[in-house]
């Protein structure tokens, strides 16, 4: 009886037992963050990365040119383009809440808007503004960083910087082509607008900033500063040493392009959109359907969600952000994994910077795989 119960016992604690991978060291992240503040160019660099491991934060460089303060892992950033992931995000619970409809024309809630040289919004349908087959020039081809270099605090009305688009042909027919336009996501911002009846940024807030805890996260609105830690943001025009541009009017980027947050809050947020806590499955599903941009990584394009596949398998969800100042990715698995990474020059970063950036969000993203 002892003998048996002994065996029993034996059996329980060794033939049992589950080992534990060891957390990742991340040598890898390490050494291209590194680079990317060095040979790339970059002031500073940081990346976090959330997985069954728990939070690892890796930073690089400076904060500050001038004091040559480090970069502090948990800055805020302008995050650019990555605002519309979360203007996506309340215009598909819109749709959920049959408020709005992805393949109706946007002159149902933009009359007479979309106007002029092939540009019409009878045409063009939400879901083509999401996924950016709508055919629009972008704005942002015709308001460049020299233009808010010399009126930094200026405030741009969001049909001010439509407009600017629609004064050239439009790129195709809608729904044949994609091209990334920032005009789509400023019309987005609008429909939000009129069908809530308040600016995209306060259903932005509501609908996803507090539910979510992202204290962090915030939509600036005209404010030029930015609030809480954060880095000075630097562009580098050319032939030229870097100029500090941390604070001017974020107007100019608006609803494509105008949020600030972190890489804890970026992380949290695309976990919680990829698996399923901001969205019903049937407008998740829409989110994720996508389509080849015929990149070099072999991206593919939903509804304001970008998908990357990785090098260890699977793919990555997420999108980039590109701002004076300010350069950012985020990404997530279906699994749990998440990473973000940010550094704080654009434009003026090389073509190296731009890929070791992506680089660095694979690299994060496999270090932690099953």
């Known amino acids: 009886m002892c003998a048996a119960a002994a065996l029993l016992l034996c059996a329980c604690g060794t033939g049992n037992r589950v080992d534990t991978p060891a957390p990742p060291s991340y040598t890898d992240v390490r050494a291209i963050l590194q680079r990317l503040t060095t040979t790339d160019g970059a002031p500073g660099a940081l990346l976090e990365v959330s997985d069954a491991h728990g939070r690892t934060v890796l930073t690089s460089g400076v904060s500050n040119i001038g004091t040559r303060a480090p970069m502090a892992g948990n800055s805020r950033f302008r995050i650019g383009s990555l605002t519309k992931t979360f203007v996506a995000t309340v215009v598909l619970q819109l749709v959920s809440e049959h408020r709005v409809a992805l393949d109706a024309p946007v002159e149902q809630y933009l009359p007479a808007t979309i106007r002029g040289n092939g540009n019409d919004g009878h045409d063009i349908t939400v879901r083509q503004l999401l996924q950016q087959t709508s055919g629009l020039p972008d704005y942002l081809d015709y308001l460049t960083p020299d233009r808010i270099l010399q009126h930094p605090l200026a405030h741009h009305d969001p049909l001010e910087l439509v407009r600017l688009a629609l004064a050239h042909p439009r790129l195709f027919a809608p729904g044949t082509d994609w ?153 997530t698995t279906t699994d749990g994994r998440s990473a973000t990474v940010m550094a704080n020059l654009d434009p003026g970063g090389s073509d190296a910077q731009d890929a070791d950036i992506h680089t660095a969000i694979t690299t994060a993203l496999c270090a932690g795989s099953p």
């Open 179 to 331: 091209d990334y336009s920032s005009t789509n996501y400023l019309l987005a911002g609008m429909v939000i607008e009129k069908v809530t009846g308040r600016p995209y940024g306060e259903a932005v807030d509501q609908r996803i900033i507090r539910p979510l805890g992202l204290h962090d996260t915030s939509v600036p609105g005209d404010d030029p500063t930015i609030p809480g830690n954060h880095p000075r943001g630097y562009v580098k025009p050319e032939n030229s040493a870097p100029l500090d541009l941390t604070e001017f009017n974020p107007s100019s980027a608006g609803s494509a392009g105008g949020m600030i947050s972190s890489a804890a809050d970026l992380n949290r947020f695309l976990d919680s959109l990829v698996n399923g806590h901001l969205l019903n499955p049937p407008e998740l599903q829409e989110m994720m359907t996508t389509r080849p941009t015929g990149n070099s990584h072999n991206a593919a394009y939903g509804l304001g969600l970008q998908s990357t596949p990785l090098p260890c398998g699977g793919s990555a969800w997420g999108h980039s952000g590109d701002i004076p100042g300010f350069q950012t990715m985020a990404a």
